[in-house]
């Protein structure tokens, strides 16, 4: 089936720096990439949408400038937090449409981000 | 509307026992509904789907219904498992490829 590969699984950083997450589609093209943010003990809430060749799509209330993302090809989708804070930890996924009917979205596996 | 960050509901079966887990979904215009499982530090994993022309599926021990009368998803887990232990989210989506977006979720907590 359609896999994303997510890494990296776990991430500890310190204030101030910036951390990237990235989002592989392994056997299939992603055109599309969705990217949630999920606090302990609450949903995934969808942060952006991200389009091979184009700009992403960020929901209200997000920061673009703080959460750049990146899709430079059909397989790959890049998430940085920039000049992370602690408020930042939290647990981040990606998902992409499945190309064939049936199975909607593949997701990834997550990454825990903690910042100290 | 998006889902609002409210702590999770718990829902305790008895094993063996079916399960009944409900969501409200918010948009009149959604026409594709999933049913997630996610287990601690996990990824969500796909359970079953439903489109809105239809009100019921069926999948292996697992049941969804949809009531768009009343914008209401059910998904029913018959003879829970110990396994059954995770997360269970609802999404809804507008249109195929579109954002999903998830539903509160619920914690199913499986007693011996």
């Known amino acids: 089936g359609a896999v994303v590969s997510q890494h990296p699984s776990w991430v500890i950083c310190k204030s101030g720096t910036s951390v990237k997450i990235e989002c592989r589609s392994l056997d299939f093209q992603a055109t599309t990439m969705f990217w949630y943010r999920q606090f302990p003990k609450q949903s995934l809430m969808l942060m952006a949408t991200?389009?091979?060749?184009?700009?992403?799509?960020?929901e209200q209330g997000v920061e673009k400038d703080k959460f750049l993302i990146n899709h430079a090809s059909l397989t790959l989708s890049t998430l940085t937090v920039t000049s992370a804070h602690p408020e930042d930890s939290s647990f981040y996924i990606c998902?992409?449409?499945?190309?064939?009917?049936?199975?909607?979205?593949?997701f990834g596996s997550g990454t825990r981000l903690t910042v100290v | 509307g998006e889902s609002v960050g409210l702590h999770l509901p718990t829902l305790s079966v008895q094993e063996g026992d079916n399960s009944i887990i409900n969501c409200a979904y918010s948009?009149?215009?959604?026409?594709?509904f999933i049913w997630y499982k996610q287990e601690s530090g996990k990824g969500p994993q796909f359970i079953i789907d439903i489109r809105s022309n239809m009100d019921k599926r069926q999948g292996q021990r697992v049941t969804v219904l949809l009531n768009k009368t009343v914008k209401h998803l059910s998904l029913q887990i018959a003879a829970t498992q110990p396994g059954d232990s995770a997360v269970y989210f609802c999404?809804?989506?507008?249109?195929?490829?579109?954002?999903?977006?998830f539903g509160k979720g619920t914690r199913l907590h499986i007693l011996p």
């Open positions: 999404a809804e989506n507008i249109r195929r490829d579109d954002k999903i977006i």
């Open positions: 991200s389009n091979e060749g184009s700009k992403a799509t960020y």
């Open positions: 948009n009149s215009a959604s026409d594709y």
């Open positions: 998902s992409a449409p499945v190309p064939t009917t049936g199975d909607g979205y593949t």
